[in-house]
Structures are given as structure tokens and as C-alpha cells.
């Protein structure tokens, strides 16, 4: 199993959720990404030896490391692969580009990661700078935490000493090798034991070094496997050219995300899949309806109207009827991802909250990166159900919301 279809750029700077590569990935996308789930059941039974690590809710992502134009160490936010790459190496440049938290952040970073002697290019997540890190007391527990994001990342105080002594702490999770910023690759993983110490900084890697806590008994095998043979039974009903159309129709396919997660905003599975094709359709006519009316000229309304009548010619009986069955296969797909989040959240060294206008609450990480053998390619797994919800929620603080924090 080759997981690096399931990167949608060659950087690391956006990965697609695994059941939407049956939107976007066609018969391989949707082949793949059954075969990834059934890889990562195999090693939570512990028949294989892929590596897995966790996706943290960071923020900003930062890039650093050498130029490789002139040697000289920089930091970066994600147009470092522009195609006039943006990079930072004095307070100066970073002033000139943001301001406030994100500005401080970065220039902390730049001050304080020369010390780990970092060779060629790395990125990770952002956890905390200084003033980030507090003590709190939460259901009886003390904890030393951080709010990067939407999730509060709770370590026990007894064992977060080197945590509260740092300036600033990242996690890291990719490496990149090019001879200039526009040709480099990505791999998943970063050998941070060959960082030198620093005290200012907390640096690790995103890995999971041992899930053997995380596995699975026969019974949960089973459930796994049942999810993903009843995806394939599905898979086979889907006419091939109806997910060959969509992955060439990516507006069209776009459209079906957004749709869907208008059900994720609100903490819902996908209901039945038949009413969802007949939902489907009445959005977009709804949408384009909108863009029609804001449009002044007769020429700008008959232009959208023109978008739509062509979206809908998709819409044959045909391909309505292999769209049940696709939402059918998401919804398997979506089922078995829970099953092995839910088992590898059991193996976590912190708790994790989500601070609500009622208080606080547990919740899980944000989500697990699968990575195959060789290291190189990786799939997201997120329980976009919880997190995705959280992350929506105005009832939910987010790290970076500093007046309700």
C-alpha cells in the first residue's frame, strides 16, 4: 500500500480527509483509501509495521531551517512555497509581513531554534510561546496546559517541568529535501535526536512510538472489517465513470464536500443517503439561486445561470444512483476511521479538553497521520465528527480568541 495519493499537494500543507478521496480521487482514490484503513486495522492487530503519528491542533505551522540558496537560517509560515518563496530571517522581515500574537510567535522562533543546530528543512505545529503556558486545576487534576488552537493540551504537572521552563515549543512532523524550495519533497517524520538540547526549546516529533496499548481484540477486528468489506461490497456498485466524472469535475466535487459538512458542522453522520442525493441538489440550485440574485447585470445572471444548468446535467439517473451508494461507501469508510481513532485516542500521554461557554470538556486529539513503511507518504485520519464540530462551534474558545480565554 502506497499512501502517497493521499497528499493532495507535493508539500505538506494540506491533506484531504480519508473518505473524501471517493469525491476526489476517483476508482484508485476510493480503491486506496479502503486499502489504507485496512492497513492500519492490520497493524492495530499487530500483523504489520506501518508507523503512525498524531496530528496536533497547532498553530501557526511553521517552516525552518537552511536556505538552501545561501545557507542562512530562516523561519517561514506556508508561502515558502510560493512561487517567490516567503522567508524570514530577521525581526525586521517578520515585522514588515504580520503583527501581534502571530508576529511574536514567529520571531520567538526565529530567536530561539538556531540552538537545535536544525539541518536542511523541517515543518511542524506551533504549541505554545511563553506566555501560553499556564497552570490550571480542571475536573480535580493540575495540569500544565496550552491552547494553540481548539484543543487544550493537558500534561500532568508533575510531568511537564521542561515544558514550563521552555520559551517556545513546536511539534515536528515533516522533512523536506530539494535542492530549492520549489522542487522539494516531503516525508513524513523528523529525527529530533539529532537536535542539540535547548532549554528554551520543547521540541519533539509527532510519532507514536509504541501502540501497543491501542490493540485491537478479535471482536474489534471483526467490526473493522465488517465496515470495510461492506465498503468494497458498495465500491463494486458505483459505475466507474460516475467517479471518474467527479475527480475530473473538481468544482462539482467541491461542492459535495461543502454540502456534507454542513451535516459535520452540527455533529451529524451523513442521514439516509437517498434524501441526501435529493438535499444534495435543491443546496446547489439554493446557492446558485443567491449568486444569481446578487448578480446586477443580465449578462452576470445568465453566466451563473449558465454554471448551474451545466453542474446539474451530472445529475442523471445514472449517477444519482451511484451517488447513494457513494454516500453509503463514505459513511463505511467513516465508521471504520472511527473504530481505530477511537482505539488509538487510548494511547495518548496527555488529556485533551475543549473549553466551552459551559466549562470545560473531554474530547480526543485532533486526529492520526498513517504513514507506510518506508516513511514517506502519509494519510489524515480525523473524527471530523468531534474535532471538525469543536472547530466550528461558537460555543467552543479557541486558543487564539484571547478575550475568552
Same mark, same amino acid.
Given at each position: 500500500?502506497?499512501?502517497?495519493?493521499?497528499?493532495?499537494?507535493?508539500?505538506?500543507?494540506?491533506?484531504?480527509?480519508?473518505?473524501?478521496?471517493?469525491?476526489?480521487?476517483?476508482?484508485?482514490?476510493?480503491?486506496?483509501?479502503?486499502?489504507?484503513?485496512?492497513?492500519?486495522?492490520?497493524?492495530?492487530?499487530?500483523?504489520?509495521?506501518?508507523?503512525?503519528?498524531?496530528?496536533?491542533?497547532?498553530?501557526?505551522?511553521?517552516?525552518?531551517?537552511?536556505?538552501?540558496?545561501?545557507?542562512?537560517?530562516?523561519?517561514?509560515?506556508?508561502?515558502?512555497?510560493?512561487?517567490?518563496?516567503?522567508?524570514?530571517?530577521?525581526?525586521? /522581515?517578520?515585522?514588515?509581513?504580520? &503583527?501581534?500574537?502571530?508576529?511574536?510567535?514567529? +520571531?520567538? @522562533?526565529?530567536?530561539? $531554534?538556531? %540552538? !537545535?543546530?536544525?539541518?536542511?528543512?523541517?515543518?511542524?505545529?506551533?504549541?505554545?510561546?511563553?506566555?501560553?503556558?499556564?497552570?490550571?486545576?480542571?475536573?480535580?487534576?493540575?495540569?500544565?496546559?496550552?491552547?494553540?488552537?481548539?484543543?487544550?493540551?493537558?500534561?500532568?504537572?508533575?510531568?511537564?517541568?521542561?515544558?514550563?521552563?521552555?520559551?517556545?515549543?513546536?511539534?515536528?512532523?515533516?522533512?523536506?529535501?530539494?535542492?530549492?524550495?520549489?522542487?522539494?519533497?516531503?516525508?513524513?517524520?523528523?529525527?529530533?535526536?539529532?537536535?542539540?538540547?535547548?532549554?528554551?526549546?520543547?521540541?519533539?516529533?509527532?510519532?507514536?512510538?509504541?501502540?501497543?496499548?491501542?490493540?485491537?481484540?478479535?471482536?474489534?477486528?471483526? /467490526?473493522?472489517?465488517?465496515?470495510? &468489506?461492506?465498503?468494497?461490497?458498495?465500491?463494486? +456498485?458505483? @459505475?466507474?465513470?460516475? $467517479?471518474? %466524472? !467527479?475527480?475530473?469535475?473538481?468544482?462539482?466535487?467541491?461542492?459535495?464536500?461543502?454540502?456534507?459538512?454542513?451535516?459535520?458542522?452540527?455533529?451529524?453522520?451523513?442521514?439516509?443517503?437517498?434524501?441526501?442525493?435529493?438535499?444534495?441538489?435543491?443546496?446547489?440550485?439554493?446557492?446558485?439561486?443567491?449568486?444569481?440574485?446578487?448578480?446586477?447585470?443580465?449578462?452576470?445572471?445568465?453566466?451563473?445561470?449558465?454554471?448551474?444548468?451545466?453542474?446539474?446535467?451530472?445529475?442523471?439517473?445514472?449517477?444519482?444512483?451511484?451517488?447513494?451508494?457513494?454516500?453509503?461507501?463514505?459513511?463505511?469508510?467513516v465508521l471504520a476511521k472511527l473504530k481505530l481513532i477511537n482505539k488509538l485516542n487510548s494511547i495518548q500521554n496527555y488529556d485533551a479538553f475543549v473549553k466551552t461557554t459551559k466549562g470545560y470538556k473531554t474530547t480526543g486529539a485532533e486526529g492520526f497521520v498513517a504513514i507506510d513503511k518506508?516513511?514517506?507518504?502519509?494519510?489524515?485520519?480525523?473524527?471530523?465528527?468531534?474535532?471538525?464540530?469543536?472547530?466550528?462551534?461558537?460555543?467552543?474558545?479557541?486558543?487564539?480568541?484571547?478575550?475568552?480565554?
Open positions: 500500500m502506497n499512501f502517497a495519493d493521499f497528499i493532495t499537494e507535493q508539500k505538506n500543507t494540506h491533506m484531504t480527509h480519508i473518505e473524501d478521496k471517493v469525491l476526489y480521487g476517483g476508482v484508485n482514490g476510493t480503491r486506496q483509501a479502503i486499502n489504507a484503513l485496512r492497513e492500519l486495522r492490520d497493524m492495530l492487530g499487530g500483523k504489520s509495521k506501518s508507523k503512525l503519528s498524531t496530528k496536533w491542533d497547532g498553530a501557526p505551522a511553521i517552516f525552518c531551517g537552511q536556505d538552501p540558496r545561501d545557507g542562512e537560517f530562516f523561519v517561514a509560515k506556508k508561502g515558502i512555497f510560493a512561487k517567490n518563496p516567503k522567508v524570514y530571517k530577521t525581526d525586521t /522581515e517578520i515585522d514588515t509581513d504580520m &503583527s501581534g500574537d502571530l508576529a511574536d510567535k514567529m +520571531k520567538a @522562533a526565529l530567536k530561539y $531554534l538556531p %540552538e !537545535l543546530g536544525i539541518k536542511g528543512v523541517i515543518q511542524g505545529d506551533f504549541l505554545f510561546s511563553k506566555g501560553d503556558v499556564e497552570t490550571k486545576k480542571i475536573d480535580g487534576e493540575k495540569y500544565t496546559t496550552f491552547h494553540p488552537n481548539t484543543i487544550i493540551y493537558a500534561v500532568p504537572y508533575e510531568q511537564a517541568d521542561t515544558i514550563r521552563k521552555a520559551q517556545i515549543g513546536i511539534v515536528w512532523h515533516t522533512t523536506y529535501t530539494g535542492k530549492d524550495f520549489e522542487s522539494m519533497k516531503a516525508k513524513y517524520g523528523v529525527d529530533v535526536s539529532k537536535f542539540k538540547s535547548s532549554k528554551n526549546v520543547y521540541s519533539a516529533d509527532a510519532m507514536l512510538r509504541d501502540v501497543g496499548g491501542a490493540t485491537m481484540d478479535d471482536k474489534e477486528t471483526a /467490526e473493522v472489517t465488517k465496515n470495510l &468489506s461492506t465498503a468494497g461490497k458498495i465500491f463494486n +456498485k458505483i @459505475a466507474g465513470s460516475t $467517479l471518474r %466524472e !467527479l475527480e475530473k469535475n473538481q468544482e462539482l466535487a467541491q461542492l459535495i464536500e461543502q454540502y456534507n459538512n454542513t451535516f459535520v458542522r452540527e455533529g451529524q453522520m451523513i442521514p439516509d443517503s437517498r434524501r441526501h442525493v435529493n438535499g444534495l441538489i435543491k443546496w446547489i440550485e439554493n446557492k446558485f439561486a443567491k449568486e444569481i440574485e446578487k448578480r446586477k447585470s443580465e449578462k452576470g445572471k445568465a453566466t451563473q445561470q449558465q454554471k448551474l444548468d451545466d453542474i446539474l446535467t451530472f445529475f442523471s439517473n445514472k449517477n444519482k444512483k451511484s451517488l447513494v451508494n457513494m454516500f453509503d461507501l463514505q459513511k463505511n469508510i518506508l516513511g514517506g507518504d502519509a494519510v489524515k485520519l480525523v473524527d471530523r465528527l468531534e474535532f471538525s464540530y469543536n472547530n466550528f462551534s461558537p460555543d467552543v474558545l479557541k486558543g487564539w480568541d484571547k478575550p475568552k480565554r
